[in-house]
Every structure is written in structure tokens, then in C-alpha cells.
């Protein structure tokens, strides 16, 4: 079994900043990427930000320059430090893991989901 917990959502004023974390435990071989999504109200889930184990990493256009994405392989842990951010973030952001898993195939699991909200 795999876990994805994640923390650091929250209330936030305009221009301010968070940062989410989101550890993954459990029964797995390796992970090969780690990523962001959010999903607004009445929208699609879209992709944030991800990184590779190699840490390559790709954003949102709508999150370049503001947001970046990190990885401790060690821990099995992904940061995502947001800055600068916008009402039109707020959003449940949803952690993803795209790993091996033991005795089994690749697979995608996903956290729970934490509310950020950027509001006056």
C-alpha cells in the first residue's frame, strides 16, 4: 500500500506566500516523478508542476517564475513553495506520485488534497 500525505494548505492573502509538502510512504521500489495538481471549482484538474527523479521539472505556464517545485529523494518528500500568488490560484491542490511498486507495475497515486485559498 502507498501513501501520499500532504500539508501546508491554507488562507492567504494576495501576493503572499505557501508552501506544500507531500510524503510518500508505503510499499514501493522507486519513484520516477512527483508532481502538483489543483482543481477549482467547476474545473478540470490540471497539472501544476512536476519534477523527475533526475529533477527535471516543468510547469504551468499560469505558475512559471512565481512557484518551484523540489524533491528530497531521501525522504520521499515534494515541495512546492508558491509565491506572488493570486486569487485565480485558489484551488484544492492534489499531490501525485508516478512510482514502481513492489512485486508490481507503475502506477499513479494521489494525496488527498489540501485546500489553498488566496483571499483578502
Known amino acids: 500500500q502507498v501513501q501520499l500525505v500532504e500539508s501546508g494548505g491554507g488562507l492567504v492573502q494576495p501576493g503572499g506566500s505557501l508552501r506544500l509538502s507531500c510524503a510518500a510512504s508505503?510499499?514501493?521500489?522507486?519513484?520516477?516523478?512527483m508532481g502538483w495538481y489543483r482543481q477549482a471549482p467547476g474545473k478540470q484538474r490540471e497539472l501544476v508542476a512536476r519534477i523527475t527523479s533526475a529533477s527535471t521539472t516543468n510547469y504551468a505556464d499560469s505558475v512559471k517564475g512565481r512557484f518551484t517545485i523540489s524533491r528530497d529523494n531521501a525522504k520521499n518528500t515534494v515541495y512546492l513553495q508558491m509565491n506572488s500568488l493570486k486569487p485565480e490560484d485558489t484551488a484544492v491542490y492534489y499531490c501525485?506520485?508516478?512510482?514502481?511498486?513492489?512485486?508490481?507495475?507503475?502506477?499513479?497515486?494521489w494525496g488527498q488534497g489540501t485546500q489553498v485559498t488566496v483571499s483578502s
Open positions: 501525485n506520485a508516478d512510482l514502481q511498486r513492489v512485486f508490481g507495475t507503475r502506477a499513479d497515486y
Open positions: 508505503g510499499s514501493f521500489v522507486s519513484i520516477y516523478a
